[in-house]
């Protein structure tokens, strides 16, 4: 067999192939976890998100505080992603990294 093998790149989530990667959307700086929608990207980190829902919940419980619900949401995340107060990251020791972005509201 003569045939040279193509680029081959896929959604980390559903597992669809592509051979060109402007397909695949990113989220992560320096990420392999490319994905070929924003339904994938929300089922992938499903979990992840969930785990940091309920610790968040249990750290308001404990400082006896109330979660605020802000119509704008998406603004106040995109504002505390571009011009972070302070930014916190923790490594495993699979050197999976997970970044916090404080931002003050």
């Known amino acids: 067999m003569n045939q040279n ?7 980390r989530q559903c597992k669809h192939i592509t051979d ?3 397909g695949l959307f990113f989220v992560e700086e320096n990420s ?3 994905f070929c929608s924003e339904p994938c990207i929300e089922s992938f980190y499903k979990e992840l998100v969930n785990y940091f829902e309920r610790y ?3 750290v308001l419980e ?3 505080l109330l979660e605020e619900k802000n119509d704008n949401e998406s603004l106040l995340l995109e504002k505390a992603l571009k011009n972070p107060a302070k930014v916190y990251q923790w490594c495993n020791q699979l050197d999976s990294k997970i970044t ?3 931002s003050k509201v």
């Open 62 to 64: 404990d400082l006896g």
């Open 100 to 102: 916090h972005f404080l």
């Open 5 to 11: 093998m193509s680029d081959l790149y896929y959604c």
């Open 20 to 22: 060109d990667l402007s």
């Open 56 to 58: 968040n919940n249990l």
């Open 32 to 34: 392999t976890n490319g």
